[in-house]
């Protein structure tokens, strides 16, 4: 049974910095590309970044480029996104999701993503 269990959500003021985590079991961890997307409240989940299997080759959507960091802990079976900088636009609820095409760090759409957390809530406040 694969399970991702997303942390260290919470409540940050704007251009704090949180680290977010989420720990996978039940998988072959460094097969999978893994993705981090968000959903605010009234709108579509959209992708944040992303980082391949086994080279952890990264990409990022303009709006968080040079402010998110995405990484990988193989050994860990674990992969973060160091936020910083945050905004009030970057409150949402934030989700990790694993891909089997490990080699696709730009999986946007979230229908390519076969397993999901349960997603842990950002707030940003002014």
């Known amino acids: 049974q694969v399970q991702l269990v997303e942390s260290g959500g919470g409540l940050v003021q704007a251009g704090g910095s949180l680290r977010l985590s989420c720990a996978a079991s039940?998988?072959?961890?460094?097969?999978?590309?893994m993705g981090w997307f968000r959903q605010a409240p009234g709108k579509e989940r959209e992708f944040v970044g992303g980082?391949?299997?086994?080279?952890?080759?990264?990409y990022y959507v303009e709006s968080v480029k040079g402010r998110f960091t995405i990484s990988r802990d193989n050994a860990k079976n674990t992969v973060y996104l160091q936020m910083n900088s945050l905004k009030l636009a970057d409150t949402a609820v934030y989700y990790c999701?694993?891909?089997?095409?490990?080699?696709?760090?730009?999986?946007?759409?979230?229908?390519?993503?076969?397993?999901w957390g349960q997603g842990t809530q950002v707030t940003v406040s002014s």
């Open positions: 999701a694993a891909n089997r095409r490990g080699w696709n760090a730009r999986a946007l759409s979230p229908g390519l993503y076969d397993y």
């Open positions: 039940g998988l072959t961890f460094s097969s999978y590309a």
């Open positions: 980082i391949s299997g086994s080279s952890g080759s990264t």
